[in-house]
């Protein structure tokens, strides 16, 4: 009787069915060679728009080649935190290298791009200080905030009217209670090119407001390290602000340089403390030394060519204009931007209809040779979740031709997965 209960039993699934379309994860473009201009994706060969090869530095001969020589002679890695036998020549190289570069006293790199902002954030700032932070700061960053246990304001993206708000109402709270503004430390935390938006921070105004109300100003440069100004030295140098009026530079090698981890530059003082609070420096394996060696020759091959920047910077403002021209969707972003947003115009019910709609579209222009993504976001845990939409990233190996063959199979994909004569009298609506 138990054999024939047992054989009669189904057991309720641990997941429920889940629709294979229903998520990209579920169905990932594998790609089957290096991500330079042309990637292939599918078994498809595509123009490459997603990937964060802003200065086409990926697949570099004398990058390779330095990576291979350091390689045979060091091994992989130390499997050893820096404090731990994980130091290696060539990582005081890459640092040294990178303090010149940026014209700061000191650099300290991680393992690890992600880990490097949110380790920072919490060296610094602790439980009572207070971070005003733009409301569309990356994921990292908010990874940052969570760690610092810090009170958090956020303002309004890129909205300086707001953010004064909220620092003369700090200011008034401060006249109240002196004893407290004493011992309480304030910081100003945001992105040179923010990742969200593709917008530039307004970093004279933001200078401004640092001086006027005492603060500390952090700020992230993945983006715009290597792709602002004319040597490529971020926001500082596209503003022509001194680099000493900003408190700590952070910024990811895993984009502009084509290799792995990040960095921190800043006066000696700040970035010593570093290596004995940054989690992400005490805590984790150092970087293989053929990484640190790849940064080192990336940085060189940016200072003997300052044209790329001017190069990339071309390319970017060619594709702000090419892109605006297309009806179905808004582009968001500066013009000297290398990472762009295209929102639909017609708003849909919910965010998951529109992000199935857009992966739709996206993989219509792969299968005809543009590669593209959507913006992916963690929606449970982001503190604001922006609008779906797909993210278009520049590299200076474009041509104009090339963008404007791009801007064709997006208006094309377009076509095809959206219902043109109710999108128009919708938007007429």
């Known amino acids: ?16 069915d889940v629709v294979q379309s229903h998520h990209p994860a579920l169905r990932p473009h594998i790609v089957s ?33 330095s990576a291979i020589k350091t390689l045979k002679k060091y091994g992989v890695g130390s499997c050893g935190p820096r404090g731990f036998y994980g130091t290696v020549d060539v990582h005081l190289d890459l640092e040294e290298k990178l303090a010149q570069f940026m014209k700061m006293e000191e650099a300290v790199v991680y393992s690890y791009g992600f880990s490097t902002i949110a380790s920072a954030i919490p060296a610094y700032a602790k439980r009572g200080d207070i971070l005003f932070v733009d409301c569309k700061v990356n994921f990292a960053i908010q990874k940052g905030l969570d760690a610092s246990r810090s009170r958090i304001h956020y303002f309004k993206h890129n909205d300086m009217d707001d953010l004064e708000r909220l620092l003369k109402q700090q200011a008034e709270l401060d ?26 921070c307004p970093l004279p105004h933001l200078i401004q407001l640092k001086k006027k109300y005492k603060l500390r100003i952090f700020i992230d440069e993945n983006i715009s390290f290597g792709t602002l100004g004319k040597h490529g030295r971020g926001v500082s140098e596209y503003f022509n602000i001194p680099v000493d009026e900003i408190d700590l530079i952070v910024s990811s090698m895993e984009w502009a340089l084509a290799t792995i981890g990040g960095f921190c530059v800043g006066s000696s003082f700040i970035v010593e403390h570093q290596r004995l609070s940054g989690l992400g420096y005490c805590f984790s394996a150092s970087l293989p030394p053929l990484l640190a060696t790849a940064g080192t020759t990336a940085l060189s091959l940016m200072e003997k060519d300052p044209s790329m920047f001017e190069t990339l ?37 919910n965010s998951e209809e529109e992000l199935i709609l857009l992966n739709k579209i996206v993989d219509n222009c792969i299968e005809n040779g543009l590669a593209l993504v959507t913006s992916a976001y963690l929606n449970d845990v982001e503190k604001f979740v922006p609008r779906e939409s797909i993210r278009l990233t520049v590299n200076r190996m474009l041509t104009a031709s090339e963008i404007d063959k791009a801007v064709i199979v997006l208006h094309d994909a377009c076509e095809k997965c959206l219902d043109i004569k109710n999108y128009e009298s919708s938007k007429d609506d």
Not at 189 to 195: K, S
Not at 325 to 340: C, H, I, Q, T
């Open 313 to 349: 910077q071309t390319q970017c403002r060619y594709v702000q204009k090419a892109f605006s021209s297309l009806s179905e969707f808004n582009l968001e972003g500066d013009e000297d931007s290398p990472v762009k947003h295209l929102y639909l115009k017609n708003h849909y019910n």
């Open 175 to 200: 006249r109240k209670n002196p004893s407290k503004a004493q011992i309480t430390r304030r910081f100003l935390i945001v992105e040179g090119i923010y990742m969200n938006s593709g917008k530039i």
């Open 1 to 16: 009787e138990k054999e024939e209960l047992i054989a009669d039993w189904t057991p309720k699934p641990l997941v429920d």
């Open 33 to 65: 060679s290096k991500a330079g201009k042309f990637i292939e994706v599918d078994g498809q060969p595509c123009l490459n728009m997603a990937t964060h090869n802003y200065l086409g530095l990926q697949g570099n001969e004398d990058i390779e080649a």
